[in-house]
T-cell receptor, first 112, second 113 residues
């Protein structure tokens, strides 16, 4: 019930394309769903986060789509750039300041 | 404004030894959370400190302990190190109120031989 399942494990996208990463959860008590970006040798950095009362949130080229009934959420990166190459993690929590339950990560490579 | 800082950046220990990792939170933050990230995996929550007390704890043995100081900085202590404790240890800081976003430091890479 505490798991967050993330797919795919790795993803290669051409420059300018759309990158899509998916996550699924089981615990309906989760109330906060962030996405983090991590570069090698660095700590995770918050990209964008959503709560279940909205179905979509957009910040620049990054969009979270949220499907409460399916217990799924996804990250879309529009116009993907080589600088977006990193590992992306979804997470879930009962509050943004509560323990985060993380997915296993997706290694994204953007080919020039 | 300094972000979350952690020390040391890298550490090598042998099995059975003890280690102390340190974290200074982002300015204005009063809550510190610790996570363990094994290679190729997502972080796992260890515990969270607020007002110098352990407020939440994940599924980690008692060998993992912590402390928070009056200036909100924190230490993570691991006793009787095992090979499996080799990981990146991440510290995150936030405000203690609900909806405080967690900001992460660069981590301490621990290798146990």
């Amino acid at each position: 019930q505490q798991q967050v399942k993330q797919s795919p494990q790795s993803l290669i996208v051409q420059k300018g394309g759309i990158s899509i990463i998916n996550c699924a959860y089981e615990n309906t008590a989760f109330d906060y769903f962030p996405w983090y970006q991590q570069f090698p040798g660095k700590g995770p950095a918050l990209l964008i986060a959503i709560r279940p009362d909205v179905s979509e949130k957009k910040e620049g080229r990054f969009t979270i789509s949220f499907n409460k009934s399916a217990k799924q959420f996804s990250l879309h990166i529009m116009d993907s750039q080589p600088g977006d190459s990193a590992t992306y993690f979804c997470a879930a929590s009962m509050d943004s300041n509560y323990q985060l339950i993380w997915g296993a990560g997706t290694k994204l490579i953007i080919k020039p | 404004d300094a972000g979350v800082t952690q020390s040391p950046t890298h550490l090598i220990k042998t099995r059975g030894q003890q280690v102390t990792l340190r974290c200074s939170p982002k300015s204005g933050h009063d809550t510190v959370s610790w996570y363990q990230q094994a290679l190729g995996q997502g972080p796992q929550f260890i515990f969270q400190y607020y007002e110098e007390e352990e407020r939440q704890r994940g599924n980690f043995p008692d060998r993992f302990s912590g402390h928070q100081f009056p200036n909100y900085s924190s230490e993570l202590n691991v006793n009787a190190l095992l090979l499996g404790d080799s990981a990146l240890y991440l510290c995150a800081s936030s405000l203690g109120r609900r909806e405080g976003t967690q900001y992460f430091g660069p981590g301490t890479r621990l290798l146990v031989l």
